[in-house]
């Protein structure tokens, strides 16, 4: 085939505080032209653009306008880093954290545009925190009442999705509840955006919304928790798109954006995680993939549906048409690194790193690899950002054990690495334990480069470690699903098997280290099941807060 019959593909990735556009070959995946746009306003945690309304502990906002910018910015620069002529693009696929959600009018305008100073107007990013009293309460009377749904999460639904936000807004800006016509996922918001319609995916529906077996939560439960939240439901929409469909063509509007041919296939909008399967042509049952990132969601399809305690949710269709989709989580992995790099690490080593020619997390990660296993004598656990799985707790806080006078930066540093790879092996042990086998263990994102972490993961974990092979998974991912709804391939498999990317057992584990990796990670459970009802922390949270008011 001649380079000027080929065919291309945009994938489009939302991340946390950037947007990632990669200009993809139909025939096999190879990755030819890529561009990033930081988004201008990053994550809103402190107060609001303009006004400078202050916000309360466990906020985290974003901006709609820097979603738009993506387009504007990054497409077009990926086009032009790929020298393909914009006609030869045959489909846009997206990709979103989640559950990022806002409130908008009728027609699909964000209500920040029109209440800049109002807090409750402008999208909740995934790791808004500030609703977990309102999923509390949504746990305690779904319990209570013994709903179907509920042990389809686990036993619990997450502060970070569409109800307990939901109920958020209403309880704290009943008016602004009134005039959110909808109440959409990011991800579907971009969709309407590029082409101009209106849609709800399978996947954010059913992980973020409570939608199982062809309904949301009943009336008379919404009604139970708030009575003005009865009709809740009407706001999300219930004709879901399949995962790989054709949302729609692209707009005209959204063609001036990302010059982009106007009529090209738009695929129905995706989560970040979920698309990355794809990517890795991991789609089989028994794969469990890890985007291990800022936070880190396992994801992987399988033939049988099973009650896993403490995971995100189940879903039929999730992933790809035809298996159950199951995800779980770890609510912070990279976030818990910088943190420490950024907070906890004296100047002293940040010279010497600058006079060894490295970064900060460089320099600790090279003093740490040249520890023995337990060394340091720590033990931590990973709740910087909460628990989501298997806990499902979000109001939940680090802890580290073990320190003492003689504790350096550098055994902080690799118990913290280690506590995320303890929480990875509790999520795939339990997904064991309740009869969902994990045959492979493939990881995906930005923390790949971090060699000696992934090779305390394949020992922690006892088992080799499969890699993605494409530093840009959710964009990849999203690409594939592109040339699904523009037709190029018949299903999400078969799209895949041709353009996704996977190096098998990468990191084999070490069994000396393994063995002693078992102590600790004993050691980590005593913990974990200690602080695991939360009383302590919670205690300690609530006096923060007060004083904080």
């Known amino acids: 085939m001649s380079a000027n019959s080929?065919?291309?593909?945009?994938?489009?990735?939302?991340?946390?505080?950037?947007?990632?556009?990669?200009?993809?070959?139909?025939?096999?995946?190879?990755?030819?032209?890529?561009?990033?746009?930081?988004?201008?306003?990053?994550?809103?945690?402190?107060?609001?653009?303009?006004?400078?309304?202050?916000?309360?502990?466990?906020?985290?906002?974003?901006?709609?306008?820097?979603?738009?910018?993506?387009?504007?910015?990054?497409?077009?620069?990926?086009?032009?880093?790929?020298?393909?002529?914009?006609?030869?693009?045959?489909?846009?696929?997206?990709?979103?954290?989640?559950?990022?959600?806002?409130?908008?009018?009728?027609?699909?305008?964000?209500?920040?545009?029109?209440?800049?100073?109002?807090?409750?107007?402008?999208?909740?990013?995934?790791?808004?925190?500030?609703?977990?009293?309102?999923?509390?309460?949504?746990?305690?009377?779904?319990?209570?009442?013994?709903?179907?749904?509920?042990?389809?999460?686990?036993?619990?639904?997450?502060?970070?999705?569409?109800?307990?936000?939901?109920?958020q807004l209403l309880e704290e800006d009943p008016e602004l509840y009134g005039l959110a016509d909808r109440w959409i996922e990011a991800a579907d918001w971009i969709i309407w955006q590029l082409a101009g319609v209106e849609t709800r995916n399978v996947c954010t529906a059913g992980y973020k919304g409570i939608f199982q077996d062809g309904a949301y939560p009943s009336e008379e439960f919404l009604a139970a928790l708030n009575p003005g939240f009865a009709g809740f439901a009407g706001k999300l929409g219930?004709?879901?798109?399949?995962?790989?469909?054709?949302?729609?063509?692209?707009?005209?509007?959204?063609?001036?954006?990302?010059?982009?041919?106007?009529?090209?296939?738009?695929?129905?909008?995706?989560?970040?995680?979920?698309?990355?399967?794809?990517?890795?042509?991991?789609?089989?049952?028994?794969?469990?993939?890890?985007?291990?990132?800022?936070?880190?969601?396992?994801?992987?399809?399988?033939?049988?549906?099973?009650?896993?305690?403490?995971?995100?949710?189940?879903?039929?269709?999730?992933?790809?048409?035809?298996?159950?989709?199951?995800?779980?989580?770890?609510?912070?992995?990279?976030?818990?690194?910088?943190?420490?790099?950024?907070?906890?690490?004296?100047?002293?080593?940040?010279?010497?790193?600058?006079?060894?020619?490295?970064?900060?997390?460089?320099?600790?990660?090279?003093?740490?690899?040249?520890?023995?296993v337990g060394q340091h004598g720590l033990v931590a656990l990973d709740w910087h950002g909460g628990n989501r799985s298997v806990l499902v707790d979000h109001t939940l806080s680090g802890v580290v054990v073990g320190q003492t006078l003689a504790t350096r930066p550098e055994d902080v540093y690799r118990a913290l690495i280690e506590a995320t790879a303890f929480g990875a092996r509790t999520i795939v042990e339990t997904f064991e334990a309740a009869g969902v086998p994990v045959e492979e263990f493939v990881v995906a994102g930005g923390l790949l480069k971090n060699r000696f972490l992934m090779q305390i993961y394949a020992d922690v974990l006892r088992r080799p470690l499969s890699v993605i092979g494409s530093d840009q998974g959710p964009?990849?991912?999203?690409?594939?699903?592109a040339a699904v709804a523009a037709g190029a391939y018949p299903d999400i498999t078969a799209a895949a098997a041709a353009m996704g990317k996977r190096d098998a057992a990468v990191y084999a584990p070490d069994k000396e280290r393994a063995d002693a990796y078992d102590r600790l990670y004993a050691e980590y459970r005593r913990l974990h099941d200690h602080f695991a009802d939360g009383d302590l922390l919670h205690r300690l949270r609530a006096i923060r807060n007060e004083a904080s008011a």
Request: with cysteine.
């Open 6 to 167: 080929e065919r291309y593909v945009i994938g489009v990735d939302y991340g946390t505080l950037s947007g990632r556009a990669v200009v993809v070959r139909v025939s096999d995946g190879e990755e030819v032209g890529g561009a990033v746009h930081e988004y201008a306003h990053r994550v809103i945690e402190e107060a609001l653009p303009g006004s400078g309304v202050r916000l309360g502990p466990d906020w985290a906002l974003q901006s709609p306008a820097d979603w738009i910018d993506v387009l504007r910015h990054a497409v077009p620069k990926a086009l032009a880093a790929a020298q393909v002529p914009a006609e030869q693009v045959v489909g846009i696929g997206t990709d979103f954290t989640a559950c990022t959600i806002l409130p908008v009018t009728a027609d699909g305008h964000p209500l920040c545009e029109r209440f800049p100073e109002r807090p409750h107007a402008w999208p909740k990013l995934w790791k808004h925190h500030a609703a977990q009293p309102h999923a509390d309460r949504i746990n305690a009377l779904a319990a209570e009442r013994g709903e179907s749904w509920l042990p389809r999460y686990g036993g619990k639904i997450s502060s970070e999705w569409q109800f307990a936000k939901g109920l």
């Open 238 to 372: 219930t004709d879901l798109a399949p995962l790989g469909g054709l949302a729609g063509r692209l707009t005209a509007r959204a063609a001036e954006w990302t010059g982009l041919p106007e009529g090209i296939a738009v695929a129905v909008g995706n989560v970040d995680a979920h698309v990355t399967a794809a990517a890795a042509d991991a789609v089989r049952p028994g794969q469990m993939v890890a985007i291990m990132g800022t936070s880190t969601c396992h994801v992987m399809c399988s033939d049988r549906l099973a009650e896993v305690p403490g995971m995100c949710g189940v879903v039929q269709d999730g992933i790809v048409p035809g298996l159950w989709g199951y995800e779980a989580g770890q609510s912070a992995v990279g976030d818990i690194f910088a943190w420490f790099v950024d907070n906890c690490v004296p100047a002293s080593y940040a010279e010497r790193a600058a006079e060894a020619g490295l970064g900060l997390h460089e320099y600790l990660t090279s003093l740490a690899a040249g520890q023995k």
């Open 475 to 481: 964009a990849l991912g999203s690409a594939i699903h």
